[in-house]
């Protein structure tokens, strides 16, 4: 699948399966520039034989309450979502979710979407999906950066 298609990629059903998970619980991130999974994020999926579908076309949608804090005010919150351990589309190394432009002072809910496409396998493979953060800063000491009362849903198409 190009990260920057075209033409729209089209489906003519209904998802297959729809998964949710969701946590209220807030998790702070305290070493920056390292990915770390959210804990408790994750769908598992697997695509091929004995699964639900041989080959499957993910939609994943996360949203949670965030808030980046840092002295200096140039702190950035990256998120993703990987499909077992594969980077999704759209493909960019600029995964900001929040930043820390307001200085930090309110928490605020924000949303991603990814999309990640299996093709037709008969063994199986790994689609999990796993939402992950990072912590950025511009030179600023980080404060706080983190997550509360977040959803990941994921829709399967066949």
């Known amino acids: 699948m190009p990260d920057n298609p075209t033409t729209p990629l089209v ?13 209220s619980n807030r998790f702070t991130v305290t070493t920056p520039n390292v990915w770390v999974d959210l804990p408790n994020a994750t769908i598992p999926q697997q695509v091929g034989q004995g699964s639900p579908s041989f080959g499957a076309m993910f939609v994943a949608i996360f949203s949670a309450e965030s808030l ?20 999704p589309h759209p493909i960019d190394s600029n995964h900001r979710f929040d930043s820390s432009i307001d200085m930090g002072s309110e928490w605020r809910s924000v949303t991603t979407t990814r999309i990640m496409e299996f093709p037709p396998t008969i063994p199986l493979v ?33």
């Open 11 to 23: 489906r003519n059903a209904a998802p297959i399966q729809t998964s949710t998970i969701w946590g």
């Open 68 to 87: 980046v804090k840092t002295q200096g005010d140039n702190g950035v919150c990256f998120l993703d979502i990987t499909f077992g351990g594969q980077d």
């Open 126 to 158: 790994n689609a999990t999906a796993q939402v992950r953060l990072m912590y950025k800063g511009g030179g600023g000491s980080l404060v706080e950066c983190g997550l509360q009362n977040w959803v990941l849903t994921l829709f399967r198409y066949a």
